[in-house]
């Protein structure tokens, strides 16, 4: 009977190890579809030009940083150039065909990729830009934000 009972508990420790494993990759699954869901609805609103949308995609606090081509802004200083950028464009779109995403966390998920940018401007002038970004989401109360994104962007043509 012992034998049983120890072959049982045996059994019980590796299903329970099991069910934990399989449980956690289930949350990180969860966590990069969430965060993708959120940068596809960032993406969105950028296309809309609606720059008060897409910016609400961003976390507002104090740990929040874009470093673009080595030059680093804070929040505030990030969102009114946007808003002034946004006043100047007649159109863009922001696009992707592969992007990499790693969950750290259960909520810190770190996407990554290339991106391209078509911009036309209220001129008509047409600009494509190669974007190459590094892109930290944090969960934050139950919300995916952009808190830190490193990014070079080069112009591709105009």
Not at 8 to 16: A, Q, V
Not at 29 to 48: H, S
Not at 72 to 100: G, M, P
Request: hydrophobic letters at 40%.
């Amino acid at each position: 009977m012992k034998k049983y009972l120890k072959t049982f508990l045996s059994l019980g420790l590796c299903l329970s190890f099991s069910y934990s494993f399989s449980q956690a990759k289930a949350d990180t699954a969860k966590a990069n579809k969430e965060a993708l869901t959120t940068f596809n609805d960032y993406l969105a609103a950028y296309k809309e030009n609606d720059m008060s949308k897409a910016i609400s995609y961003f976390s507002n606090s104090k740990d929040f940083l874009i470093l673009t081509n080595g030059k680093a802004a804070n929040y505030e200083e990030f969102t009114a150039s946007a808003r002034t950028f946004s006043s100047q464009i007649k159109k863009h779109v922001l696009r992707y065909d592969t992007i990499y995403i790693r969950n750290i966390d259960p909520n810190a998920v770190l996407i990554m990729g290339p991106l391209h940018e078509s911009v036309t401007d209220t001129n008509d002038r047409q600009f494509e830009l190669d974007v190459t970004a590094s892109i930290l989401m944090l969960k934050r109360e139950g919300q995916w934000k952009i808190t830190y994104v490193t990014q070079v962007v080069q112009l591709k043509s105009n």
